[in-house]
């Protein structure tokens, strides 16, 4: 009886480990997979550390990183894979603890997509050095807790969405588009990084408080205004 009982005690302890170990939901790594697939074709060919795939624990996947005590996936670093596909938000963001997602130096291409404002808790959102393309989405605004974001050296055009409406912001990088339109009023006090250089924004530059120099808006030959030599034109008598 005593035997029976240390066996059905290895058993139990042994279900729970299994049982913690295992980390994301199914429905979670069911739709990183399909994740990988849009954004890496050739995912096949990968070596066999890999992982993302059905049978593996994405704690243990290339480029993620779990929570040590929830097990869930907080962080997504893929840069310099060669990914080739698109970015499918819709399913990334099923992972819905994600706060850092990198995939800078890839050549990932498309829009990003409206999608990525369902990533809620998302506090770093790098993808410096791909070809995506199109307009910025104006769900980037609904990333309240964003405080950092590096779309630089990408084909992003059209106008900046109201992304001073995100508080925490400390780091906006976009240089390298073909952004347009005028700068919006940034809380520029808190920013610690901002660039826009070499797009084609155009206007006065916003009062930036000494924070950042004229590196920060070169190339972009409708903007005048100070850190710029460029004077601003005066306004038309009235």
């Known amino acids: ?5 240390l066996i059905w005690a290895a058993l139990m302890g042994l279900f729970l480990l299994l049982s913690v170990s295992r980390s994301e939901t199914e429905e979670v790594r069911q739709a990183l997979v399909r994740f ?12 066999a550390n890999w992982g993302w795939n059905l049978t593996s624990d994405p ?28 970015l499918d938000a819709n399913s990334l963001c099923v992972a ?14 498309g829009n990003l997509p409206e999608g990525i404002s369902n990533c809620s808790q998302l506090r770093r959102l790098f993808i410096r050095g791909n070809n995506f393309s199109g307009i910025l989405p104006g769900s980037l605004s609904k ?51 901002f660039n826009v250089s070499y797009n084609n924004f155009s206007g006065p530059i916003p009062d930036v408080h000494g924070h950042f120099n004229a ?4 190339g972009n030959p409708g903007l005048c205004g100070k850190p710029l030599q460029t004077p601003c034109p005066s306004p038309p008598p009235s």
């Open 1 to 5: 009886m005593g035997r029976l009982i």
């Open 36 to 47: 990988m697939i849009q954004i890496s074709p050739g995912n096949i060919n990968r070596s």
């Open 59 to 86: 704690c243990i996947w290339q480029g993620v990183v779990c929570n040590a005590i929830s097990k869930s996936v907080r962080i997504i670093h893929l840069d310099k894979l060669n990914l080739i596909g698109v």
């Open 96 to 109: 819905k603890s994600l706060t850092h997602l990198s995939l800078n130096h890839n050549q990932i291409v």
């Open 143 to 193: 990333l309240s807790n964003l405080i950092m974001l590096d779309i630089s050296s990408n084909g992003f055009s059209g106008e900046l969405p109201d992304l001073p409406r995100i508080s925490g912001l400390v780091g906006f990088l976009a240089d390298n588009n073909d952004l347009s339109g005028r700068i919006p009023e940034f809380n520029y006090l808190n920013l610690r990084a």
């Open 215 to 218: 590196s920060s808006f070169s």
